[in-house]
């Protein structure tokens, strides 16, 4: 569950990535066919099942993803967030389904003062932790101070927004912000901003219970060991009462072990990441009604970062070829396997805001249009555009996107555009991204919360910069596009004040203009999310965030 952003973000070692060229796209292929012919071949799991559906009540989900950690102070990966997002409750979810706000320990939307800066939150009486502490405003403080205040991976996402935070009665929580920012109720729906008991946690930094877990929500951690989290039903929970008496989340080392153990009954679920050879084969044996798919758009997206500072992507003129290049419905079908939605803004399309502003300026595929723009910038077949394009060595995706990439200008464009492929692996890559090592990059990136502005703000906002040196301190220069406009700062500034919803979503339709018109970054696709699941299981839902509410699911064959 990587995504572009150092928490999320595998890293790089200390390496000097080189070029390789065709033996690159050789191996790359020889890899992923290889893949494809290793996730079709059954053979048995090295994993025992955790439970079975019969067991009890309980439920079996299987993963290949790990959770790090569940101390939600240091908590930043999508698995550890799914854990979390069932043993906790936050101030603020997200209505099943959608990205609408909702009271969970709060009981409204908070009261904003006149200048945007004071929140004001009321809260749920009558609330206790899994050790019997009783839940108020004084313990809601202490969650979140300790977030802070314990300087783990996410901590920056309050950091940088609260100034101070304080419960002004039992029941009442008082947030001051350092400026304004009208996302910031959205922030608060963050899975890791879990309340948590001041009786068993204590702030300071460094301060963190990575294998245990006192929370609010409708499961309490029961065990965690390496491969298998479990979580039992909390019998006093103050909320919806879950369908089935507990969870057990068991990990496996490969997707192909995952494949093979839900095909074979050892899990009851089958949940990320399964490759798209395994979900087309699922997914036609549950249209043989074999067992059930639940498919969902989620807020992953993929996108290719290109640095404004390097040669020839300098060039505006470039940039905009290459976004007039891709052919996202190419890329759906030969890449992901008709898998994912064809995106055309950094902002996915289950937002009101989202504008596909790439299609709207290149359309999709337009090699006329990539021609003249190479032309105009004064490349020939002679001397054409050499731009490098990397991506994780260990994502098939990735290579074989490479791949069809570099085949359609080769095949479409005349020589004008030399793609070049290099790869290195995820793990110790990024690193060097925010050094402006790497001319391009493909990326991927979740979001904290869902809006708009996580989608725009990590990407585009440069503290420091100038058109002339590009940015030099910034979101920009941190995701190692090195992006400056002044007036792109004008307008990610003026709707992270703004309160009214339709002046804010006219601010994010001249901002995906600009991002179109410049291109420091070229939105590929979004990706969907699919569950698989046994026969007799309800109830099965799929957040926008990517998270499920195990609450809901019951099994009735139990």
């Known amino acids: 569950m990587v995504k572009s952003k150092i928490p999320q973000w595998n890293r790089f070692q200390n390496i000097h990535p080189s070029s390789r060229k065709f033996l690159l796209q050789w191996v790359s292929l020889f890899c992923f066919c290889c893949l494809i012919i290793i996730s079709c071949t059954p053979h048995q799991t090295s994993h025992q099942s955790a439970s079975t559906s019969a067991n009890n009540g309980r439920i079996t989900i299987g993963t290949?993803?790990?959770?790090?950690?569940?101390?939600?102070?240091?908590?930043?990966?999508?698995?550890?967030?799914?854990?979390?997002?069932?043993?906790?409750?936050r101030l603020y979810d997200y209505e099943l389904g959608t990205n609408q706000l909702v009271p969970k320990l709060a009981t409204a939307l908070p009261t904003v003062s006149s200048d945007g800066l004071t929140y004001t939150i009321p809260l749920r009486e009558g609330v206790t932790f899994h050790d019997g502490t009783a839940f108020n405003?004084?313990?809601?403080?202490?969650?979140?101070?300790?977030?802070?205040?314990?300087?783990g991976s996410p901590s920056s996402l309050l950091s940088d927004a609260i100034d101070t935070v304080q419960a002004t009665g039992d029941y009442e929580l008082t947030i001051k912000l350092k400026q304004p920012f009208s996302a910031f109720p959205s922030l608060l729906a963050f899975s890791g901003i879990t309340a948590v008991s001041p009786q068993f946690y204590e702030i300071g930094e460094g301060k963190?219970?990575?294998?245990?877990?006192?929370?609010?929500?409708?499961?309490?951690l029961k065990s965690s060991e390496i491969d298998v989290i479990r979580l039992d039903a909390f019998e006093n929970y103050w909320g919806e009462k879950p369908a089935?008496?507990?969870?057990?989340?068991?990990?496996?080392?490969?997707a192909s072990n995952l494949f093979n153990a839900f095909r074979s009954g050892a899990v009851d679920i089958a949940y990320l990441s399964l490759n798209a050879d395994q979900i087309s084969s699922?997914?036609?044996?549950?249209?043989?009604?074999?067992?059930?798919?639940?498919a969902a758009n989620g807020n992953n997206i993929s996108y290719l970062m290109m640095n404004v500072k390097s040669e020839p992507l300098?060039?505006?003129?470039?940039?905009?070829?290459?976004?007039?290049?891709?052919?996202?419905?190419?890329?759906?079908?030969?890449?992901?396997?008709?898998?994912?939605?064809?995106?055309?803004?950094?902002?996915?399309?289950?937002?009101?805001?989202?504008?596909?502003?790439?299609?709207?300026?290149?359309?999709?595929?337009?090699?006329?249009?990539?021609?003249?723009?190479?032309?105009?910038?004064?490349?020939?077949?002679?001397?054409?555009?050499?731009?490098?394009?990397?991506?994780?060595?260990?994502?098939?995706?990735?290579?074989?996107l490479g791949l069809?990439?570099?085949?359609?200008?080769?095949?479409?464009?005349?020589?004008?555009?030399?793609?070049?492929?290099?790869?290195?692996?995820?793990?110790?890559?990024?690193?060097?991204?925010?050094?402006?090592?790497?001319?391009?990059?493909?990326?991927?990136?979740?979001?904290?919360?869902?809006?708009?502005?996580?989608?725009?703000?990590?990407?585009?906002?440069?503290?420091?910069?100038?058109?002339?040196?590009?940015?030099?301190?910034?979101?920009?220069?941190?995701?190692?596009?090195?992006?400056?406009?002044?007036?792109?700062?004008?307008?990610?500034?003026?709707?992270?004040?703004?309160?009214?919803?339709?002046?804010?979503?006219?601010?994010?339709?001249?901002?995906?203009?600009?991002?179109?018109?410049?291109?420091?970054?070229?939105?590929?696709?979004?990706?969907?999310?699919?569950?698989?699941?046994?026969?007799?299981?309800?109830?099965?839902?799929?957040?926008?965030?990517?998270?499920?509410?195990?609450?809901?699911?019951?099994?009735?064959?139990?």
């Open 64 to 89: 290949t993803l790990k959770a790090r950690t569940l101390d939600p102070a240091d908590a930043y990966e999508l698995m550890s967030g799914n854990i979390l997002y069932n043993l906790g409750d």
């Open 137 to 151: 405003a004084a313990a809601m403080e202490f969650s979140i101070k300790r977030f802070i205040q314990n300087a």
């Open 208 to 220: 963190f219970k990575p294998n245990e877990f006192v929370g609010t929500g409708p499961y309490k």
């Open 244 to 254: 089935n008496s507990g969870i057990d989340i068991q990990r496996f080392s490969s």
């Open 282 to 294: 699922l997914k036609q044996e549950a249209e043989k009604g074999n067992w059930q798919m639940i």
């Open 314 to 400: 300098n060039r505006k003129e470039v940039r905009q070829a290459i976004a007039a290049l891709i052919n996202r419905s190419v890329l759906n079908e030969r890449v992901l396997q008709n898998q994912g939605e064809l995106l055309y803004s950094l902002i996915p399309t289950t937002f009101t805001d989202y504008q596909p502003s790439f299609n709207l300026q290149y359309g999709d595929g337009n090699i006329e249009k990539a021609k003249q723009l190479l032309t105009q910038a004064g490349y020939t077949p002679e001397n054409p555009a050499i731009v490098e394009l990397w991506y994780a060595s260990n994502s098939s995706n990735k290579g074989f």
């Open 404 to 558: 069809t990439l570099k085949a359609l200008a080769d095949r479409d464009l005349g020589g004008l555009l030399d793609l070049q492929l290099n790869s290195v692996e995820s793990t110790t890559a990024f690193k060097y991204l925010e050094e402006g090592i790497y001319p391009t990059f493909v990326l991927d990136w979740y979001a904290d919360f869902l809006d708009a502005d996580n989608y725009i703000q990590p990407f585009l906002d440069c503290s420091k910069g100038s058109a002339e040196t590009g940015c030099e301190k910034g979101a920009s220069q941190y995701q190692g596009s090195f992006y400056y406009s002044d007036r792109m700062n004008q307008l990610i500034a003026q709707e992270r004040q703004e309160q009214n919803p339709q002046t804010r979503k006219a601010i994010f339709d001249e901002i995906q203009k600009l991002l179109a018109e410049d291109v420091p970054y070229v939105p590929l696709w979004q990706d969907k999310t699919f569950i698989f699941a046994k026969n007799g299981l309800e109830n099965i839902r799929l957040q926008l965030t990517q998270q499920v509410p195990f609450w809901t699911i019951k099994n009735s064959n139990s």
